[in-house]
């Protein structure tokens, strides 16, 4: 939530659950109008599907032929709401039959090939003008929501199956049984990733207190 960075394609994160969507379809009229061959892809979670601005949103983008692609990552809980709660249907990706758009969906989310091979697939139909579509992929989310979240909502066992379905572990080793990079490479990433993040407390921690004149900036637009 609450991140943007335009110069890379982020048209930014939302604090308000479905928010993200419509701005998506905005987006996606965009490169439609402006003739640009680039694919917007709105990420969401699964409790999300479930606020009105996804089916409005989704409904006009599908009427408009938009290049956009709705990708639910479905944990299965919205906070401590289960889905079983929530929604009727076992598979998010089947209300694309409502909208008259194709619905994708990969049982493993932590399998990074099998969603990238998926999402190459869904992004060359939506480039070639074929218009929305929604993926649906399944994975899980290993802590508590925030920090007040004890986790009092499902099993020991339930998180420990899906810890074992680590997905960066997973792709390590699809790498390295392929010999796409070696061992040595790898640990020189590892390190190099841990040294970045080391640096950035660092920096954060040695920093002074912002002056609280900064909370009033970029609020209001003249
Ligand atoms: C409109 C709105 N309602 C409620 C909230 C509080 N809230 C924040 S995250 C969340 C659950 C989102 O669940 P899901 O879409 O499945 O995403 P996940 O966190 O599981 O990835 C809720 C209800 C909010 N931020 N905005
Ligand atoms: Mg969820």
Do not use: C
Not at 37 to 57: C, K, L, M, Q, R
Not at 136 to 158: I, L, M, Q
């Amino acid at each position: 939530m609450h991140l943007a960075n335009i110069e890379k394609g982020n048209y930014g994160t939302n604090g308000i659950v479905g928010g993200g969507y419509a701005l998506a379809v905005g987006a996606a009229l965009t490169q439609q109008y402006e003739g640009t061959n680039n694919v917007v892809i709105a990420f969401s979670g699964d409790s999300a599907t479930n606020e009105g601005s996804f089916h409005e949103s989704v409904n006009l983008a599908a009427v408009w032929n938009l290049p956009v692609i709705f990708f639910i990552i479905n944990n299965r809980y919205g906070i401590s709401t289960s889905i079983n709660y929530s929604t009727k249907i076992p598979h998010l990706y089947t209300r694309a039959d409502a909208y008259g758009i194709p619905g994708h969906y990969v049982e493993d989310g932590n399998d990074v090939v099998a969603v990238y091979e998926k999402m190459h697939e869904v992004i060359e139909y939506v480039r070639a003008g074929n218009g929305p579509a929604i993926v649906e992929v399944e994975s899980y989310r290993w802590f508590g929501h925030s920090t007040a979240d004890a986790g009092a909502y499902r099993t020991k066992e339930e998180v420990d199956a899906w810890k074992a379905k680590d997905p960066l572990k997973k792709y390590r080793d699809y790498l390295l049984s392929n010999k796409i990079v070696s061992e040595d490479e790898l640990t020189a990433i590892e390190t190099e990733v841990a040294q970045e993040v080391e640096d950035g407390v660092k920096f954060a921690e040695e920093s002074p207190y912002p002056d609280l004149s900064v909370a009033f900036e970029d609020v209001f637009v003249d």
